[in-house]
C-alpha cells in the first residue's frame, strides 16, 4: 500500500497555524504485524534506491529531522533507515555548538556535515536550531560573538531564514536533495512520554529538568516552528509536517516520503560504454591465463 504524502507536505509560500495540522491521523496500518510488513516493505525499497544512489554517485540526501522533545526523532532515525548500507549513511546530532563553532558563522558546523555524493546524510537536528532554540532564547546570540549591526537589525531572522533557504538552493543545484521532517507531537502526548521516562528506570537517563524547562516555552517554541516552517519550505527543499503522536504511523509516513524522493531520481546502475567492455575483456583474459 502506497501512502499519500501530500497531505503531510508544506505548500512553498503557505502560512502555517501548527494548530490547523494533526498530530494523528488514521494510522495506514491494522495491526503490530501490519505495521511491521509494511514497514519491512520500505526498508526494502529504501535499500535498493540507496545502492542506485551509491553507485550512480551523482546525488545526495540530506534528511533533517526537528522535533520538540520526546517526539521519536532518534527512533524514527533508527527504525526507518535500520536496512541501508552503513558505508552509505551518515549521522550527525546537533547540540549545543562548541567553543570552536561560536567561532564561525551559523551554518559551519553543519555545512561540514553535509554528505558527500552518493550518500544519505542525517541531522538530528541542524542549523535550524538557530532560528527555532535561539529565536525562543535570544539571549544565547550575545555568545555568538556577532557585530552589533546584526544583532540590532530589525530583519535579522528573515536574514537567518534567507541564509538558510540560499544554502538549499545551492544544495539542490549541485546534486544534494534535501528533505525537512517536523514531527508534530501534541503536548499531552509529550507529558505522556514524559512520565513513561520518568517511571520506568530503563527510561531515566532520558530525563532532564531541561526538558521540563522547555516544555514552559512550548507555545514559543509552536510559534517559532510556524514561522520557520513558512519562511523556508520551498519546493526543492520541502518541509513536512509529521504527526507524531503514534511513533508507529509516523515511521510509515517518513519512510514513504524518503523511498519517493529517491525513486524521483530515476537513477539506474551505471552502463560500460564500448571501452571499457573492451577493457573489462582485456582484464578477464589476464585472468584466465
Not at 497531505?7 to 497555524?17: D, E, I, L, M, N
Request: hydrophobic share 40%.
Amino acid at each position: 500500500m502506497k501512502i499519500s504524502t501530500k497531505p503531510f507536505r508544506v505548500r512553498a509560500g503557505a502560512k502555517v497555524r501548527l494548530k490547523q495540522w494533526p498530530t494523528k491521523v488514521k494510522p495506514f496500518y491494522n495491526s503490530a504485524e501490519h505495521y511491521q510488513k509494511l514497514l519491512a516493505t520500505h526498508i526494502q525499497e529504501l535499500s535498493k534506491r540507496q545502492e542506485l544512489l551509491y553507485a550512480n554517485n551523482r546525488y545526495s540526501l540530506l534528511l533533517i529531522f526537528q522535533a520538540m522533545d520526546a517526539a521519536g526523532k532518534d527512533g524514527a532515525i533508527k527504525h526507518v533507515m535500520s536496512g541501508v548500507n552503513p558505508q552509505g549513511c551518515q549521522v550527525f546530532s546537533f547540540k549545543h555548538p562548541s567553543a570552536e563553532e561560536l567561532e564561525h558563522d551559523f551554518l559551519w558546523r553543519t555545512t561540514r556535515c553535509l554528505p558527500e555524493r552518493g550518500r544519505i546524510g542525517i541531522f538530528n537536528r541542524s542549523y535550524y536550531e538557530e532560528v527555532l532554540v535561539v529565536k525562543v532564547h535570544p539571549e544565547i546570540l550575545r555568545g555568538q560573538a556577532l557585530p552589533e549591526e546584526s544583532l540590532t537589525d530589525k530583519k535579522f531572522w528573515d536574514k537567518r531564514y534567507r541564509s538558510i533557504t540560499d544554502l538549499e538552493k545551492h544544495l539542490h543545484r549541485n546534486g544534494t536533495r534535501v528533505l525537512k521532517f517536523f514531527l508534530h507531537l501534541s503536548k499531552a502526548e509529550q507529558r505522556r512520554r514524559f512520565l513513561k521516562r520518568l517511571d520506568d528506570p530503563a527510561r531515566n537517563w532520558k530525563f532532564s529538568k531541561f526538558d521540563l524547562v522547555e516544555r514552559g516555552f512550548w507555545s514559543e517554541y509552536q510559534a517559532a516552528y510556524e514561522e520557520c516552517l513558512a519562511a523556508t519550505s520551498t519546493e526543492h527543499a520541502p518541509w513536512f509536517v509529521v504527526p507524531a503522536d503514534d511513533k508507529l504511523n509516523a515511521r510509515l509516513i517518513i519512510s514513504q516520503i524518503v523511498c519517493d524522493a529517491l525513486k524521483d531520481l530515476q537513477l539506474e546502475f551505471p552502463q560500460a560504454d564500448a571501452k571499457r567492455l573492451q577493457e573489462l575483456k582485456n582484464l578477464r583474459r589476464q585472468l584466465a591465463d
